[in-house]
């Protein structure tokens, strides 16, 4: 065991042990997420990565880290491959575990020079996990938005969405809840470094951290009033390379929906693509939709491409009998390389066949998300719109009561080939819920559909791949929690912190060399 500063374990594992365990660390953490949602793994697996980058640099901690990602990440995203195949799933597998080596070489730093910078007890305790789940969020946040908008899966916050700290979501939002699980394993292993407190205490502190963080209460959310409606799906097989009879998908929701007939509702919500048919072209799917608006006596919020001024959009519109599309909302994140192929020609080289094979680009929305439903506001999310946190900031800024998540899985599992894909969306509109104070409703065409109140519970669902529909009477709320009222400024605050704090012992860290290398004057 070497020694560090006074009172304090420079412990350092071999290499051979730190390999495995680096990559054991991200088969873990990917068990805290759903579907199997053991959220206890994830500050345990977290810890241990960090475990491994004690007494090591940048570079043999960027690759123990490259090694945890690789492990972690294609895992988590396994789904890709059922119907796209190896290669989109290994490249933005390897992308991703790019940006975690990165963020794991700079917390190896940290970990490091930063209990010789603060070489305090209170410092090695404070400021270090400060620093390093700073650092850690900072990775996440760059990561959720570049490139192409960026990939905002396999946040820590997202493994945390049925456990008790879910709760947190309201008042710090999904970084603040990413930093509180990253400081909290940290924190743990800065105490089994720590030899100046006494074991006793050490456990003290751990337990008196978890059960702080415990007990602080979600934030309140006040209901304003009701609403009740239908929310339908068609188990329609909508992916990018099914085949189906034009009209099928239309018909299907059509279906579920006329059963419903003579229910009093305030609106019908189909889910994205729930229109195979855009009705702003076809007379026929317009009158489809006149006719199942008239005969529910409400309006339907339906998922369909639109074609306009020559171009794709993935839209919802809010449909109103003898009125059409009242309002239309499109897409803002469409997924590179699936909806849209950024820089065409400069990818299309490396896999013509694969590239070819997206042979429409749909456009970016630049439409308020936010749909006046006869009074109710209601903020829309189309599929992975749900994962981005400024999207779900402008719904509660333009004072939405519920929102309306609508999202297509199809090309991501099906009743014969299941895969978490589904069931992680879900947990971001979970998550959602918590943090806006807001009923979220997740309409899918094929899985995971489902009605989530403010406090993260599950009012009702319909099974995977299985046709049916969710009546239900659920709350209004116009409440700003913590988390909305901060937005972002939660996230550049710890980012900050572990960005300064890195700034710092990268420069003791220089100097110190240097004072090394000039030795003693003879």
Known sequence: MLKGVEGHSALRLPIYLAVPLAAASGIILDGAFPDRGWWPLAPLAVALLFLTLLGRGPWVGGLLGLIAGLSFWLTHIHWLTLYLGALPWAALAVLQSIFFSIGVALIAVVLRWGPRLWPTPLGRLGMVPVVVAGLWTAREAISAVWPYGGFAWGRLALSQTEGPFAGLLSLVGASGLSFLIA?????????????????????????????????????????????????VQGNSNAGLFAEYVPGEILNNHVAETLPLIGEDVDMVVWPENGSDIDPLRSPQAAKTLDYVSTQMRAPLIVGTITLRDDEYFNSSLLWKAGEGAVQIYDKVHPVPFAEYMPDREFWRPFAPDLIDLIGRDYSIGTQPNVFDVNGILAGIAICFDIADDQLVKEMITGDAEIILAQTNNADFGSAAHYTDESAQQLAIARMRAIEAGRTVVNISTVSSSAIILPDGSTLASIPDFTAGSMLETVPLSDTVTPAMAAGRGIEWLVSGLGLAGLALAMTFAARSRRTAGRGPRG
């Open 183 to 231: 400081l909290l394993a940290a924190l743990l292993v800065q105490l089994a470094r720590e030899q100046a407190v006494a074991l006793g205490w050490r456990a003290a502190i751990a337990v008196a951290t978890v059960a702080l963080l415990l007990a602080v209460p979600a934030w309140p959310t006040l209901q304003t009033g009701t609403t009740r409606l239908a929310a």
